[in-house]
């Protein structure tokens, strides 16, 4: 299977851009996990499965043997810059198209076109909702004319973007209700959100921020009514993200309330809550699941995770992300313990005969860019 896997070309629906800068040891391990660089008590981030999938796996695209030492990595990395190791790492990927999420820019990182550029593939943005309001609000808009401004913003953006993507992970949590958010509560969230921010910028300059139940959830329903697909960040992300307000199980209400619009919502991560958000794939007709960021931090063990999976997600709502971020290395290692994950799921299941052949490669085809294709309508 593998082989077949090979020979398809991927959709990578949600990643966001990598750095330009050249990366010392310290700088290169502060992003190799949502852990950061090591802390005074030590414990390299290069001892993890996602450091050494990066030795084994992205080693020999930078002309070093499988395995190289931490070190040799790093200094072979600083030799070849920055540009050229980008160039590499995306080509290697083997992608058709990328989704890229522009909401987050800790520093300067490749735009989408650049990305699909040096990938060879078609790339499309993804709107994060949450600073399409903030946004607002720094431009002076007012807690009565916030509503309209957010969807004014919106709709010009729902031109080229593909999709939108909601934080709320990260910020009220996933316990989103199903009911449409009434005016008056718009205007009272936005509100608040408006006291906040004057009140921190008294203080120091802090930008404003949306971490309203009740406004992640009438942004929600912006998108919704604009029938963009909208993405949720689910389950294991960085420090930011409490992790016990990131369980899909939470999103139930208001999937239940999408359901009927038809428009695909798009859970991400979702490591260690994949089973369940297989199960919400299975049950509602428009979710859609992927494991991406925890397939290349599961590194090897990627394979038990596609496989669990895929043992409730039905083959037609599973998508492949890798939700790289900062190293390019990301795209390369999504791509190829997706693939080889998946191929040992497929094989596993024609050497049972629990499927065919046949099955299998349409399967693959499905989760590479198939399911993919249908959701965003291309
Ligand atoms: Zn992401």
Known sequence: ????????????????????RDLDRAAFEGMLTEGGAPGPLGGSMFDTRAGLAVRRWCAPVLDLPPHAAPDDYVARRAELGAAE???????????????????????????????????????????????????????????????????????????????????????????LSGERPTAAEVVAAAGRMLREADRAMAGRSAPPRVDDEALHRFLVWCAVDLRLPVQFHVGYGDADADLRRGDPLLLTGLLRALEPTGVPVLLLHNYPFHR??????????????????????????????????????????????????GLAEFYHLGALLFRRGLAVCLREGIDTDAWTRADAERFAGLAASGNARRVYGW
């Open 276 to 325: 369940q958000a297989g199960y919400l794939a299975q049950v509602f007709g428009n979710v859609f699941v992927d494991v991406g960021l925890a397939t290349h931090n599961l590194g090897h063990r990627s394979s038990a995770l596609i496989t669990e999976l895929l043992e409730l997600a039905p083959f037609g709502k599973v998508l492949y992300s890798s939700d790289a971020f």
């Open 85 to 175: 190791v980008n160039r590499r790492f995306l080509a290697a990927a083997g992608l058709e198209a990328l989704c890229v999420d522009t909401g987050y820019l800790p520093e300067p990182l490749l735009e989408p076109a650049e990305l699909g550029r040096l990938a060879g593939a078609r790339a499309h943005e993804i709107v994060r909702l949450e600073k399409v309001a903030e946004d607002a609000v720094a431009g002076g808009v007012g807690a009565g004319a916030f509503a309209s401004e957010v969807r004014a913003r919106l709709e010009v953006l729902a031109g080229t973007a593909a999709g939108a993507k909601s934080v709320a992970a990260y910020r009220a949590g996933l316990e």
């Open 1 to 20: 299977m593998l082989d077949v896997l090979e020979r398809m070309r991927l959709i990578d629906h949600h990643c966001h851009g990598v750095s330009r």
